[in-house]
């Protein structure tokens, strides 16, 4: 079996199937595929031409074929064009729950070459309100219970022209006379094989989502068509390559069509970047959960659907791994789990071997919202090798790691780990100062401290903002969280530093409880004692039986665990 290594180099190669040369772009040299997709709509192109002899997605009891999947966007893309006004550049903005109508109003915006605008679900009305009036969109596609959020505040919205309710009508939501709400069944009655004829450029914007915001407002990241392109293209590369070197993050498909359990947030790039888009040109069927995640109803559909692929946020694997009736479900049929940055994946490894007993591949990425997904990534026999690294680099992106001189640091030392390549975003809406900030001299300053090796693995060490410096001892908070999650008798774990007048902080640990697990302060310091240096044992520790406060794409929000603001959502996972 040839290692991942020889499989990159001749899959990336002069005459390869994923040959890399280097190209101008927009003024830098950048390595990109010879061979790509000029834009999204090729992907909807590739969707349509596979007509409707397999099911592209199911939500309940409706299905669609690719076929007429791709015809009934298209008749969104020329309706809102056709009747109300929607151009190139204009942006079009989705607040739902994952269903097929965000999948539709996702292809028929981009197809046309307008900008999708994904606003998380589990907004506020404020925030659901600022990131209207902040990118200035022209139209709202909305289930009823988001949209009541912000049905009464629309005159605070002097962009917003029409909504477009998906589950509704105007009457439901009290604005019977409004000429602005209308139905989402008004877009979708003339299904048509023609897409909407605009010239599309790599490099025009494709999508605007807003970053997680644990701190301050979020700021709208902005994917290109180049950007989305290449991390599909990076991701059907990874598929390839895995099955050539044995850790495929796709199964064979000469066995059939693979079947993905599609749970990530669409708002999000894991949902959105690596599923709706891989899964429409890769021909997976989505298997979409209807309502809010849980892992009974994911259980029941990886039997029900007999599914092969689960890619999704660490934090939902965790839960459906625990579920005290795991086993009761027939879970044999998944052969590849892939899941985003966990800190902790050597534990979530063995958890997924145990529940999906024919599991071949787990994968870990790493990325970020403004890198349009995954970064890097590892999987087979690499994740297991290196249980706590996040993978080489994928084709085409560099990382390297920089010092506080913003100097590269030699290899193996701790530094903020720096991106390059045509994944990352084209800059924060509308805001200049700030983008400039993130990317200096072409480079993504990711605010993630971490590491690579000699053989260019990387490995995330913390958050630059959440590093702890006690004592003059750096204090990764990562390390400590790894060591405390491997417990039996912990379910989730969070390190904080507190202040503290002569070592300038101190180690808090807050961990979340299995239940009818009985552990005392003193026995997690002894577990972390056990283990690690005396200076990371935690100082203070704090036992809950809830869980933890994360985000949609699962990262803890530490910022409500050390009492600074109010929650950012309205929902945790």
Known sequence: ???????????????????????????????????????LRSVAEAGLMRGDAQTFLVYGERTYGFGTFVETANSVAHTLRRSFGINKGDRVAVLAQNNPEWCLSFWATVSQGAVLVGLNGWWTTDEVLYGLQDSGAKVLVADRKRFERIADSLDQLPDLEHVFLIDGQAVDVGLADDPRIHTF????????PDFVDEDIAEDDHAVIFYTSGTTGRPKGAISTHRSMIANLQNTIYNAVAGSLAGGGALPDAGKGQNVSLFTSPLFHVSGCHSTLVVGLLAGLKLVMPE??????????????????VWATVPTMVWRLCEHPDRHDYDTS????????GSPSADELQRMIRETFPNVASTSNAYGLTETSSVATVISGQDALDRPTSVGPPVPT??????GEDGE??????????CIYGPILMAGYWNKPKATAEAIRDGWLRTGDLGHVDADGFVYITDRKKDMIIRGGENIYCVEIEQRLVTHPGI????IIGVPHSELGEEVKAVVQLEPGTSLTEADVRQWVADGLASFKVPTYV??????????????????VLRGEGAVSFAETM
């Open 542 to 559: 704090e036992l809950w039986q809830d869980k933890l406060p994360r985000n949609a794409s699962g990262k803890l929000l530490k910022n």
């Open 397 to 402: 992106v560099e990382v390297r790691i920089v």
């Open 333 to 340: 049929s998944v052969r590849s789990v892939a899941f985003g």
């Open 491 to 494: 379910a989730d774990a969070a």
């Open 185 to 192: 069944d008004e877009l979708t009655g003339s299904p048509t």
């Open 291 to 308: 309502g809010r995640f849980t892992p009974e109803r994911a259980l029941e559909l990886i039997q029900e659907h007999q599914v092969t």
């Open 408 to 417: 590269e640091v030699p290899t193996g030392e701790t530094g903020e780990v």
């Open 1 to 39: 079996m040839p290692t991942s290594a020889e499989v990159r180099a001749q899959l990336t190669g002069p005459g390869g199937m994923f040959e890399i040369t280097t190209e101008d772009v927009l003024g830098r040299p950048t390595q990109v595929y010879a061979n790509r997709m000029p834009s």
